[in-house]
């Protein structure tokens, strides 16, 4: 066995490694980049190397700074985790050269199964199913569109190299070829440095469904049951299970064989995942089965395997890298488990990734973190934990924004459905946006209960998935709750502070009126307090409208939810609720160079809402004024207006670069630009002020920002 193992990756797959090396007594080497300097994944393994600047290009996917990282810290082997390099031939023969172990399968395995062309070839050749079509070298736009009117409409296009959903079209008509092969081309031209593509029948109703196989070195590969993976979006998965749903046990053999023999077939070793489709019967089973890729690396699913075999697939891994023989794998699955990936991402916004700093993460406190494995009876933990991300760490623009992959495991899939439903009611993420609430809605989803479920489920429920958000009365309610309680809480030696005639000020009072906003929503709200009652009314544009917009009575108990954090429970009319609110004193305390956002969680909801500033001056008559902000952490690229300059709507103000997409940011109406900000290629935060603008015929800004 390795005495010492270098970390070629980073987040919860650099942790999942490191947790396994330290329990059986390996020394683990982190690499990190100018923007991981104190992430997770460093911390959790006993050294550390600096492999160069954020982008990942320059770091994590530079295999020469890597293979000299490893050889300057010594390591023996190399775990490649799953993305950035793992699946590069090159950098495993670079390894090689190096005098490092790689700890995957031989470059030619990687060659063999990585063109989907000459991988397809070969499974026919060992006798693995595979979907009818076209897998030729010729790519004459002529013979290609002869192939698909021969396989029948409708086809996929798919980009011969690569994955990941990229390079690949549906046609359901000829008319529709040509124009959906020329984009698939430029797709994989773009994402793979080759435009070469396959032609393949769409089967219908599909679902995902993958083998775990394992091979060493002496001869031995086995496969240790299927997960099914059908839950996708824009075919990147969602959720994972095992085992699948819906199989009866001849068609789970049949899938294993063929699985193993895919392996056997380019003389594999170590961890693999063989992915076939499969069609729907449209009652919770499959027809038919094809081979579609196979992974030649660990998958980020992997933990779903190892709570119903009790396997640490992992350590495999490190043993079978050693050259030592598989161990005998287990006869049956025990048990069901499920698995989701919670993202920084903002579903309601196209699930566009959302960064930025955590500022609050809480996660189910009873689960176990990366534990593999199972008690003395034989029981898996209920709840695992795999997560790279901690609360005040940055979510980065550079790199893939999963913070945590949550597992639940049971006696019965139903039993595992509901323990991980919980989990994500517990779940709670500040700063960036998460798809937490996104993810539990789809697990009560009446076709994923049922087990009766293809890959385009979600885009035919998207509508009602993205539907349970906190009804904005809600959310204000709790946010002004929240913030009386915590400027109650600081001038506990008045116990009337709106009894006071002046307007807020930062951090001295609470409003008598607040003003939230989220996007294009703003509500304001009204608290008061007569003959010894607080009162609550609130008012807005948005749709829906917020109603009633009279006083009601309001009542609430508040309690410490963690730093930052009330917990209340609130009525208000007939409305009762228990709800959690993030960063009040935050908020209250803001300079006015940042937006202060309140998070307000909500039966499982999330939703954040910009405190709107009250000016007095304005509120006097002052003149209005107006801000542009950063709706993102990015880079300035280009600033097209100066002070004083006179703009219109819907001009450009800012073009901001963030997460590889230029943002212009336009004004909303009319008006002079007061001030700017920021300069070009300076990097700013979320939510930093850009921006001055004030109408035409309103006075200078006085003073600096």
Known sequence: MFTSVLIANRGEIACRVAATCARLGIRSIAVYSDADAG????????????????????????ARRIVRAALASGAQAVHPGYGFLSENPQFARACAEAGLVFIGPPPQAIEAMGLKSESKRLMQQAGVPVVPGYHGAEQDDELLAGQARGIGWPVLIKASAGGGGKGMREVHAQADFAAALASC??????????????????????????????????GQAVALFERDCSLQRRHQKVVEEAPAPGLRPEQRRRLAEAAVAAARAVGYEGAGTVEFIAEGDGAGGIRDFYFMEMNTRLQVEHPVTEMITGLDLVEWQLRVAAGEPLPKPPQQPHGHAVEVRLYAESPRNGFLPSSGRVRRLQLPARAARFEVGADAAGTPAALRIDSGVREGDVVSTFYDPMVAKLVAWGETRAQAIDRLGSALRATRLAGPDSNAAFLRRLLRSPGFVAGDMDTGLIGRELDQLLAGDIEPRQAVLAACCALLQQQLEQASHDPDPWARGDAWSNGVRPPRELRLARGEQLLVARIGREHGQWNFACDGAGDPPVQPDAAEALQWQAARGGDDEWELRIACGTLAMHAHVVGAAAALRAPEHETPRLHVFVDGEHAAWELRRHSARAAAGG??????????????????????????????????????????????????????????????????LLLRMRRDDAPEQEGGP
């Not at 050294?47 to 160069?52: L, N, P, Q, R, T």
């Not at 994989?188 to 995902?208: N, Q, S, T």
């Open 185 to 218: 081309r430029r797709e994989a031209k773009a994402a793979f440095g080759d435009d070469a593509v396959l032609i393949e029948k769409l089967v219908a109703r599909p679902r995902h469904i993958e083998i775990q196989v394992f091979a060493d070195r002496h």
């Open 623 to 688: 003149g209005a004024q107006d801000s542009v902000r950063a709706p993102m952490p990015g880079r300035i690229a280009s600033l097209p207006v100066q002070a004083g300059q006179q703009v219109r709507a819907g001009q450009t103000l800012v073009v901001l670069e963030a997460m590889k997409m230029e943002h212009s940011l336009q004004a909303g109406d009319d008006g002079v630009v007061d001030a700017v900000l920021v300069a070009e290629g300076e990097q700013v935060a979320d939510g930093a």
């Open 39 to 62: 992430a997770a994944h460093v911390t959790a393994c006993d050294d550390a190397e600096h492999i160069g600047p954020a982008a990942a290009a320059q770091s994590y996917l530079d």
